[in-house]
């Protein structure tokens, strides 16, 4: 069995990664089994830059490999933002996507086109990491929609199915998203290495 530290205490998170990995032989940590982590200053210019931090840093402190992402909402219209200040642009989840409602006010659907990135690194007890990216494309909603999920779920709107992302159970979105595609990958990787092979 391996066992892998995530570095998070986003529930929200942490119930994803789980559900995806649940098959894997593997054992899951996260923050919150760790309270006195320090916490890591996300000071990276890019998702990989900090998703790497975290890694490493989790990695170095718990004795165990270590699994971390760093994720953002980048929207067109907005050159990208809020991007790597996605968590940043409010302190809690309504302020943040009132902010963005906000900003996009009198902007009509065709220009709001946005995706949702995930980079995810895992660091090994020898220092070798991987790197993974997942990428979601949707659009803005013109207001928040639904109570699943957690972020910007409620105004992240997914044309395919006609609903937002905290519109879709847990299952379906999973599937379809930036973490999701992601983690995906990162099972893979995952799977040869609980199976004791090098790659």
Not at 75 to 99: A, V
Request: charged share 30%; proline share 3%; aromatic share 10%.
């Amino acid at each position: 069995m391996l066992d892998i530290f995530l570095a998070t205490k986003n529930n929200g998170k942490i119930e994803e990664i789980k559900a995806v990995l649940k098959k894997l032989d593997i054992k899951i940590y996260s923050l919150n089994d760790f309270p006195d982590f320090p916490t890591t200053i996300e000071d990276g210019k890019t998702y990989r830059d900090n998703a790497l931090k975290k890694a490493l840093e989790g990695s170095r402190h718990t004795g165990k490999m270590c699994l971390a992402d760093d994720s953002g909402l980048e929207i067109e219209f907005l050159h990208g933002d809020p991007g790597l200040y996605s968590s940043r642009w409010g302190d809690t989840d309504e302020d943040r996507n009132n902010k963005v409602l906000k900003l996009m006010e009198n902007v009509p659907q065709d220009k709001r086109r946005a995706k949702f990135v995930c980079v995810l690194v895992l660091v090994l007890l020898n220092g070798k990491h991987y790197v993974i990216r997942g990428e979601c494309h949707g659009e803005i909603s013109f207001e928040p929609k639904g109570h699943y999920g957690f972020g910007y779920n409620p105004i992240f709107f997914v044309t395919e199915y006609g609903k937002t992302f905290a519109e879709l159970k847990s299952d379906v979105k999973n599937k379809i998203s930036h973490r999701g595609k992601a983690l995906r990958k990162m099972k893979k990787v995952l799977e040869e290495l609980s199976r004791g092979k090098s790659i």
